[in-house]
T-cell receptor, first 113, second 115 residues
Framework: GAGVSQSPRYKVAKRGQDVALRCDPISGHVSLFWYQQALGQGPEFLTYFQNEAQLDKSGLPSDRFFAERPEGSVSTLKIQRTQQEDSAVYLC???????????FGQGTRLTVV | AQSVTQLGSHVSVSEGALVLLRCNYSSSVPPYLFWYVQYPNQGLQLLLKYTSAATLVKGINGFEAEFKKSETSFHLTKPSAHMSDAAEYFCAVSEPGGGADGLTFGKGTHLIIQP
């Protein structure tokens, strides 16, 4: 596609449920980032992939968060046993190489009830 | 460690007036600096970026920003506000040279345009 695509756009999960958020980056983009944006805040870095390698996961808030990009293209962010504090918009961004322009998807709004 | 401070969570200007959104950064090395705009229920769109070339950077939609190392600032300006400029604006910083830490964002400034 022409841009970064994220699905679903909206997700409501019951507390304790597992969720999986998908990101389709721009074709050929090497770098892929996940960010978490809480209501009224700026995005915060979660994790970074260069092709299939997860080079930085220092921003993942707990071991309930897991991200993968097995073939160096599509990425999935998985959250296990969701908690209310996980409610946020999860943004995916991709770039051709690190520190060139990052293109953002529209995000997935996760609401944990 | 890098950080970004955006002064003013809300800025209100009249249509046709000057827009000034403030951003100050903290970084141990000369950073790359960015301004992004976010419309409701949308992702982030890059307005402009500074990557150690010209200190005055021109972006899309008539916006520009000036990198001032002595003031550690990267304020965003537009000479004449338009109603369509109403949105959330984020200043961000990253390490140059291929750092893998992604972007560090400020908390954002909500720009309100009064008719």
């Amino acid at each position: 596609g022409a841009g970064v695509s994220q699905s679903p756009r909206y997700k409501v999960a019951k507390r304790g449920q597992d969720v999986a958020l998908r990101c389709d980056p721009i074709s050929g983009h090497v770098s892929l980032f996940w960010y978490q944006q809480a209501l009224g805040q700026g995005p915060e870095f979660l994790t970074y992939f260069q092709n299939e390698a997860q080079l930085d996961k220092s921003g993942l808030p707990s071991d309930r968060f897991f991200a993968e990009r097995p073939e160096g293209s599509v990425s999935t962010l998985k959250i296990q046993r969701t908690q209310q504090e996980d409610s946020a918009v999860y943004l995916c961004a991709s770039s051709a190489i690190t520190n060139t322009e990052a293109f953002f998807g529209q995000g997935t709004r996760l609401t944990v009830v | 460690a890098q950080s970004v401070t955006q002064l003013g969570s809300h800025v209100s200007v009249s249509e046709g007036a000057l827009v000034l959104l403030r951003c100050n950064y903290s970084s141990s090395v000369p950073p790359y600096l960015f301004w992004y705009v976010q419309y409701p229920n949308q992702g982030l769109q890059l307005l402009l970026k500074y990557t150690s070339a010209a200190t005055l950077v021109k972006g899309i939609n008539g916006f520009e920003a000036e990198f001032k190392k002595s003031e550690t600032s990267f304020h965003l300006t537009k000479p004449s506000a338009h109603m369509s400029d109403a949105a959330e604006y984020f200043c961000a910083v990253s390490e140059p040279g291929g750092g893998a830490d992604g972007l560090t964002f400020g908390k954002g400034t909500h720009l309100i345009i009064q008719p």
